[in-house]
């Protein structure tokens, strides 16, 4: 049934025994603790599928934007106006979907990480900075995608001291991630002119690289 507040038609529907009781006891609805322990936990279930949803469009808007952003130099002047305008509007409504997910969810460590990149890209740089560090510090227990970005972040801005830092922290976190030892190596071979050092880090890289694929191979035959 849908229902009418002072006749304005609001969208809601009520079930028939709703609407019975209601008709019976207009207060019925009135209570110091309107939602149950089940409510709550099913609400939880719900926010969580709509905060996937949103990450799923905010990341492919993104995806796009970022796309679009790249090949925009190849084309034409009056077509490179056009698509500044709709990469522009692939921008911002990526923003939006991960807003929209960080508004129920200020801890959501991919809407912040994600968030931070479009901040970036706007050339809003304090923002970025704020919101690649605050993914990291959500998540006690360390997250190496999380650290690592906030380290390469860092070391675009020239902020090496710094960077280093939280290489060495993803390193700590978990000291076998080849993706923490390559990006460590390139580091210190782009940044510190340090080859010899570098060389050690991409070959644990490599090792821990066919480590896994060796372990998958086995669990997969």
Do not use: W
Not at 13 to 22: I, M, P
Not at 90 to 114: I, P
Not at 118 to 123: E, F, P, R, T, Y
């Amino acid at each position: 049934y849908q229902r009418r507040v002072r006749g304005i038609m609001v969208g809601l529907e009520f079930t028939k025994s709703a609407v019975r009781d209601f008709s019976e006891d207009p207060s019925c609805f009135l209570s110091e603790k309107p939602f149950d322990d089940m409510d709550l936990l099913e609400l939880s279930e719900t926010m969580k599928h709509i905060n996937i949803v949103s990450l799923a469009q905010g990341y492919l808007l993104k995806s796009k934007a970022f796309s679009r952003a790249q090949i925009k130099a190849v084309t034409s002047t009056s077509a490179t106006s056009h698509s500044n305008i709709n990469t522009a509007r692939l921008f911002a409504a990526a923003q939006a979907k991960f807003l929209e997910v960080l508004y129920s969810d200020s801890e959501n460590k991919f809407a912040l990480n994600n968030y931070a990149d479009l901040m970036l890209v706007s050339n809003k740089k304090q923002l970025a900075d704020a919101y690649y560090k605050k993914a990291i510090f959500v998540d006690l227990s360390g997250d190496i995608y999380s650290i690592v970005k906030y380290a390469i972040f860092l070391e675009n801005e020239g902020r090496m001291e710094e960077a280093e830092e939280f290489f060495l922290k993803a390193l700590e976190v978990d000291p076998r991630h080849p993706y923490c030892l390559q990006k460590y190596g390139e580091f210190l071979s782009e940044c510190r002119g340090d080859n010899a050092h570098a060389e050690i880090f991409f070959i644990r890289a490599s090792e821990q690289r066919l480590a896994q694929h060796k372990k998958k191979m086995k669990n997969s035959s």
